[in-house]
């Protein structure tokens, strides 16, 4: 258990009858039972509490003069110990309380004190030292149609109730259109009246708060974001993921679960993550940020594939997975990059995992790979999910500097469909021979076929006019007309280009979390 501390404030209270001992310290609220018995009982249940302050809600006092209150959830709480006690010598503190799979709850304990006096002082010191880091005033976006279209229902329901009781306000905008929430924070939104912003939906919905959050920033600052040379300004606003899309992968891998009210717990108590986001470029020209998975290949063609298929709803992602699995396309290309400072290059990861140290600087020499490959991943967080508990790069951290650049070279089906399979199991995903994993700061990439942009701007152009009959036979490479280049996947957006040159921005951002806590055993 944590340690209380220099010690702020002690009393004798009551809970449900029973007296006890209650400490307040900076780090700390305890309740210690009384107990008439000197004999110690090993075998009996403990009577101590403790719950971290900074895991502490709100704390109200009681009003109800019939000593006796029906909360929200329907639930019955006593407040009155006896007839004719005024019932404001009573608090309740409202507090996390930890549950299986990383989930939060919002628990409470009534406190019943001796005179009013004491109960004032405590409801005083105990909101002092919840008056520090914590928001106040929230920018509060939601995504009406994303997932199941229930992002309004879920933050009337479940967030905008726990919202209230720590007493946070709000300012609520409902998106009526793609990007409205970009530009409503490039261009209008007041953020020096603000704490935090907070997205209602998924990775589609966190993507436009990044990039409004972050270009206006950039704009403030005096930062030309379309260089891909300049170090870019971190944001002051801390960012909230209300999950409540198709996909929740940022959510998930920044919390632990993808549920909506340990979400907004963990912005209620002021949870504060750093994050690193990768710009990409394309000829000194910017094209979208990064904050999770940038893949070329087999990514890349599955979102291209899915996207032809929105009617059929999320199953499209399983299907266009298959498809392009037995489609087996390859890609040439060059792969040039930045490794970070006192890097290995790992077959086995889990061999050279605890070898690697990390520095803000890179080693300043660029290294450069040629070959055909299956997929390009580079991944700066571990991208998991419920159907990948470990994700595409488990070691990935969230605000180190660096991204993890995976490299599939061309292999058969089998090998292929083992290494994807590792996904959702425990068995070491790299440690295979057709895999290299760099943790870079920066690389680029060149398609075989397209070494200059005028070639690129040709090869795109050729494609379009291909079209109708590539449909028929692009999944076919004997016949001979398979494509040359693949697509971007920049977290579940196609990118317009296809050579880019990717930097890592360390820390830019920050959510209102504290990354997923290990379990205890």
């Given amino acids: 258990m944590e340690r209380p501390g220099r010690l702020l404030l002690q009393s004798e209270l009551r809970v449900r009858n029973a007296a006890y001992d209650v400490s307040l310290s900076r780090s700390l609220l305890i309740w210690k039972r009384r107990t008439s018995s000197p004999v110690y009982h090993p075998f009996r ?12 809600i709100s704390v109200r006092e009681e009003e109800e003069e019939n000593g006796s209150r029906q909360r929200d959830d329907g639930s019955w709480k006593k407040i009155r110990e006896r007839e004719g006690k005024d019932c404001r010598q009573a608090f309740t503190v409202l507090y996390v309380e930890r549950c299986r799979q990383h989930r939060w709850r919002c628990a409470e304990v009534t406190f019943t004190c001796s005179d009013e006096a004491v109960c004032q002082h405590w409801v005083s010191s105990i909101r002092e030292q919840l008056a520090t880091s914590r928001p106040k005033h929230l920018l509060v976006y939601i995504n009406p149609y994303g997932g199941k279209r229930q992002g309004k229902r879920i933050y009337e329901q479940k967030v905008a109730p726990l919202f209230t009781q720590a007493g946070i306000s709000t300012s609520v905008i409902v998106t009526e259109y793609a990007n409205h929430a970009r530009d409503h924070l490039k261009m209008e939104a007041e953020l020096k009246k603000f704490d935090g912003v907070v997205c209602v939906g998924g990775d589609g919905m966190f993507s436009e708060i990044i990039h409004g959050l972050i270009w206006r920033t950039q704009i403030d600052c005096g930062v030309d974001p379309n260089s891909p040379e300049e170090a870019l300004s ?37 949870d504060s993550q750093p ?15 990064s904050v999770s998975l940038l893949g070329y290949g087999f990514y890349g063609d599955v979102l291209s594939d899915s996207e032809r298929k929105r009617w059929m709803g999320p199953a ?40 690697f140290v990390f520095h803000p600087e890179s080693s300043g020499e660029w290294r450069t790979i040629r070959g055909k490959f299956l997929a390009i991943n580079a991944a700066s967080m571990s991208c998991a999910c419920p159907r990948s508990p470990k994700g595409l790069s488990p070691a990935a951290h969230l605000a180190d500097g660096t991204t993890d650049l995976i490299l599939v070279r061309k292999c058969s089906r089998f090998n292929f469909l083992r290494h994807l399979l590792r996904h959702t199991s425990k068995d070491d995903q790299f440690d295979l021979t057709f895999i290299e994993v760099h943790r870079v700061r920066r690389f680029r990439f060149m398609p075989r076929h397209c070494q200059s942009d005028s070639d690129l701007e040709l090869d795109l152009h050729e494609n379009s006019k291909r079209q109708i009959f590539s449909q028929i036979c692009k999944d076919h490479p004997a016949c001979g007309c398979a494509p040359a280049y693949s697509s971007w996947n920049c977290d579940g957006e196609i990118l317009t280009h296809t050579g880019i040159d990717v930097r890592v921005h360390g820390q830019l951002i920050k959510l209102f979390a504290r990354g997923i806590e290990e379990l205890p055993a």
């Fill in 45 to 56: 249940p403990s009577v101590c509490h403790s719950v971290p302050v900074s895991e502490i």
């Fill in 234 to 270: 971190p944001c002051s606003l801390r960012i909230g993921i209300i999950p409540a899309g198709s996909t929740d992968c940022i959510c998930f891998a920044s919390v632990g679960t993808n549920d909506p009210v340990t979400s907004a717990l963990h912005i209620i108590v002021g």
């Fill in 275 to 289: 994050l690193d986001v990768c710009s990409v470029h394309h000829n000194n020209m910017f094209l979208r940020y």
């Fill in 316 to 355: 499209r992602y399983d299907f266009s997975g298959l498809k392009m699995f037995l489609t087996h396309h390859y890609y040439e290309g060059t792969v040039s990059y930045l490794p970070a400072k006192e890097i290995q290059t790992c077959i086995n990861f889990q061999i050279c995992l605890f070898s």
